[in-house]
């Protein structure tokens, strides 16, 4: 079941009573969390049916004489468990799970693990409550959620845009939504967003980021390069070193992924590029420039660069000085 079907079943007042929410993807736990500590219950019946715990501070004994307790005032009582990856003793809330109360919907959040199915919580869990198990997200799945959160809003999204987008924030959920809804609250009478829409109220530039970099790396275009390391100099906030040395890694581990390929057709190649034709033409122009040599070099630079960034062989060169020193090496 989806995070999407658990909240439709809410809506029209259909409760299991225990949601187990489990996985690497917090965005969706989030999403089905905020819903049932918000939306569930109105503000009058909150005062009285809604309870929510915190692993780190919270014993089971607390969360199962809470769940047990029966609504007042109201149809059904709420509890939630959030952070349940830092309780301690969290196994033994299978004596409430055995017997849970139909009055009592509990929602608990465990991100970032799930329960060992070999364990009696993991066989009572799937006997009497919903699971909901989170993935992250694929890269090459990234688009296509992103479009779909867009249109999900009545707007559209331009390519380059969506591109530009997913480029700068990566598979950060959280703040994709957030980003998009910055755009559209500013959009007005605009329906669709473009680039410059993206620049302006995202503030990542179109001309001048980490992945225009990259590509001028790509093309050994030095000047290039050069030109967007003083706009990250003159703009700090722009583009972190933190942020660019894994985004041109990234793009270079899969440039080093098209030279072992067998078949180095753009068709091939797409999706190692979140299924971006012009990405894959990049890519491929930069395996053919580069070669084996020439990009594991760019990989052993990055890593040396990676730790003269955080001070170690450094005594003290600054960011843009290690970028412009480091391009250098690249593309010489």
Not at 24 to 31: A, L, S
Not at 52 to 78: I, L, N
Not at 139 to 160: A, F, R, Y
Not at 239 to 252: K, M
Request: hydrophobic content about 40%; glycine content about 6%; charged content about 25%.
């Amino acid at each position: 079941m989806s995070a999407e079907k658990i909240i439709s079943e809410w809506k029209i007042g259909a409760f299991k009573p225990i949601y187990w929410l489990e996985g690497e993807e917090p965005y969706f736990i989030d999403k089905v969390m905020d819903y049932a500590e918000h939306k569930i219950l109105n503000e009058s019946e909150a005062g009285f049916n809604l309870t929510v715990f915190y692993g780190r501070d919270a014993d089971w004994a607390s969360v199962v004489s809470a769940c047990r307790r029966y609504p007042m005032f109201a149809e059904r009582q709420v509890v939630l468990l959030k952070e349940a990856q830092f309780m301690k003793d969290l196994e033994k809330l299978e004596t409430y799970v055995a017997k849970p109360l139909s009055s009592t919907v509990f929602v608990v959040a465990l991100k970032d693990k799930k329960v060992d199915g070999r364990t009696n919580l993991s066989k009572l869990l799937k006997k009497n409550a919903e699971v909901f198990q989170t993935k992250k997200i694929y890269e090459n799945q990234l688009p296509e959620w992103t479009k779909n959160m867009v249109l999900s809003k009545g707007i559209d999204i331009t390519q380059p845009a969506l591109q530009l987008l997913i480029d700068n924030i990566g598979n950060d959920l959280s703040r994709l939504e957030n980003e998009i809804e910055k755009v559209w609250i500013n959009l007005g009478n605009s329906k669709t967003i473009d680039e410059n829409a993206i620049e302006k109220y995202v503030g990542i530039s179109k001309e001048f980021n980490a992945f225009e970099l990259q590509a001028a790396i790509g093309k050994k275009d030095l000047a290039k390069a050069i030109r967007i390391i003083q706009y990250f100099e003159a703009n700090p906030k722009a583009a972190p070193i933190q942020l660019i040395l894994p985004a041109i890694y990234s793009y270079f581990s899969k440039v080093y992924s098209i030279l072992s390929m067998d078949d180095k057709s753009e068709n091939a190649v797409k999706g190692l590029f979140s299924n971006n034709f012009y990405a894959a033409k990049e890519g491929l122009a930069a395996a053919k420039a580069f070669g084996i040599q020439g990009t594991e070099k760019i990989l052993l630079l990055l890593h040396e660069y990676n730790l003269r960034s955080i001070g170690i062989n450094d005594t003290g060169t600054s960011d843009a000085g290690l970028l412009k020193e480091m391009v250098v090496k690249m593309v010489s």
